[in-house]
């Protein structure tokens, strides 16, 4: 059974819309967005990326955001049932998640 659940880049280019026009529209570089399309993300993306760039492929962001937890559990299998978790927690709950780990990250 495959997962239903898109990866950040099958968002981007399902989209249709050019590198140029989202980095404009989401306030990112284009050589962002092409990594993100070509989902070479390590990390989640922060909370403000995530609602910029959900404006603009004119999506939620709980959508834009599962979709870069499904890029990084691809790229991180371990991570896989972690990340899958994450993405069924409210918002509130992620948000509060990623800033421990950034938190975390920065004391390293």
Do not use: C, F
Request: proline share 6%.
């Amino acid at each position: 059974m495959t997962d239903p659940t898109p990866t950040l880049g099958q968002l981007i280019l399902a989209s249709g819309r050019s590198y140029r026009h989202l980095a404009e529209a989401s306030h990112l570089s284009k050589s962002r967005i092409g990594q993100m399309a070509a989902d070479q993300i390590r990390q989640l993306p922060g909370p403000d990326t995530i609602t910029n760039l959900a404006n603009a492929l004119g999506i939620p962001a709980d959508d834009v955001e599962a979709a870069a937890l499904q890029t990084i559990s691809r790229e991180h299998g371990p991570l896989l049932t972690t990340a899958r978790r994450l993405a069924q927690l409210d918002p509130r709950s992620r948000r509060i998640i990623n800033a421990v780990l950034r938190a975390l990250e920065e004391e390293q």
